[in-house]
Nanobody, 122 residues
Framework: QVQLVESGGGMVQAGGSLRLSCAAS?????MGWFRQAPGKEREFVAA????????YYADSVKGRFTISRDNAENTVYLQMNSLKPEDTAVYYC??????????????????WGQGTQVTVSS
């Protein structure tokens, strides 16, 4: 069982930045960030593979968001720049133990954090 704890959410004006953190109770997992806006389904944002560190992004955040990880600290980060009101959502981190998983797919992940709210005002 892996526990995930997100932090770093908050309220920011459009064009601003936030950095989300997700601390895991164990290592060896590929990690992803997903988000869910009110009235919408949860969607993929970004992911980073445990082996090799390859990163993946949704088209809507490419060039603005950066995912990174500190394996020594079992922590993954999501740096969010040039935020837009449409980025407003609850952001969840998730952990996947399968080595060849499709990391943009929600059902590949076995463990989820509790979520952190990000609100971007116009």
């Amino acid at each position: 069982q892996v526990q995930l704890v997100e932090s770093g959410g908050g309220m920011v004006q459009a064009g601003g930045s936030l950095r989300l953190s997700c601390a895991a109770s164990g290592g060896g997992y590929s990690m992803g960030w997903f988000r869910q806006a009110p009235g919408k389904e949860r969607e993929f944002v970004a992911a980073i593979r445990w082996s090799g560190g390859s990163t993946y992004y949704a088209d809507s955040v490419k060039g603005r968001f950066t995912i990174s990880r500190d394996n020594a600290e079992n922590t993954v980060y999501l740096q969010m720049n040039s935020l837009k009101p449409e980025d407003t959502a609850v952001y969840y981190c998730a952990a996947c133990y399968r080595s060849m998983a499709r990391l943009n797919m929600e059902n590949e992940y076995s463990y989820w954090g509790q979520g952190t709210q990000v609100t971007v005002s116009s």
